[in-house]
């Protein structure tokens, strides 16, 4: 079936490093997606999101880059901080499937002193 | 902008009883908001869809009479969860699309539920 994963489970960083989370997605009809930012006990929040029509996307500190061609999202962060480390999800929205988002499995950041 | 409220934050209830859980769009219409469930360390799982005046839409495997969605107004959607069990024990989060982008979801903090 169809699925949206990421190859880390678990990420560790030195803060001021960049680090970057990877996700793979199978549906080449997903024409969406988002970053999430989960921390502990709390809700997902909105990060960055990027079209299809798109590679590359930019905002405070954060990247997303689509690579359509083998189906991969990347979420990269710069100058990583202590308040970075949570687990980030990519999430996809199907063309045509409604405004239904599927989660990838999510990787857990964690930013070392 | 895009702020959603859930209440209650946690909740433990006894076994077989009913719990309802309020998710609110605080300064924004939605017309649809969506219901997940998330275990520990897993990703979420969409639960139903909810849109405003209209029954909710399941998704596969979720009980409809037992994880009851109403969407009366256009910033108020609730999950009751009837005759809850331990396995019902979980993180119940909404979200909601603004107006403005009916592709992103902004979420709720999220209600912990604990069954004993």
């Known amino acids: 079936g169809e699925s949206v994963g990421l190859h880390l489970p678990t990420l560790s960083v030195q803060e001021g490093d960049n680090s970057i989370i990877n996700c793979a997605y199978s549906n080449s009809a997903s024409d969406y997606f988002i970053w999430y930012k989960q921390e502990s006990g709390k809700g997902p929040q909105f990060i960055i999101d990027?079209?299809?029509?798109?590679d590359k996307r930019q905002g405070q500190r954060v990247t997303v880059l689509l690579n359509k061609t083998v189906k991969h999202l990347s979420l990269q962060i710069a100058a990583t901080q202590p308040g970075d480390s949570a687990v980030y999800f990519c999430a996809e929205k199907l063309t045509g499937g409604g405004n239904k988002l599927t989660f990838g499995t999510g990787t857990q950041l964690k930013v070392e002193l | 902008g895009a702020v959603v409220s859930q209440h209650p934050s946690w909740v433990i209830c006894k076994s077989g009883t009913s719990v309802k859980i309020e998710c609110r769009s605080l300064?924004?219409?939605?017309?649809?908001m969506f219901w997940y469930r998330q275990f520990p360390k897993q990703s979420l799982m969409l639960m139903a869809t909810?849109?405003?005046?209209?029954?909710?839409?399941?998704e596969q495997g979720v009980e409809k009479d037992k994880f009851l969605i109403n969407h009366a107004s256009l910033t108020l959607s609730t999950l009751t969860v009837t005759s809850a069990h331990p396995e019902d024990s979980s993180f119940y989060i909404c979200?909601?699309?603004?107006?403005?982008?009916?592709?992103?979801?902004?979420f709720g903090p999220g209600t912990r539920l604990l069954v004993l």
């Open positions: 990027i079209r299809s029509n798109m």
């Open positions: 979200s909601a699309n603004t107006p403005r982008s009916q592709e992103t979801q902004y």
């Open positions: 300064d924004f219409q939605a017309t649809t």
């Open positions: 909810s849109n405003e005046g209209s029954k909710a839409t399941y």
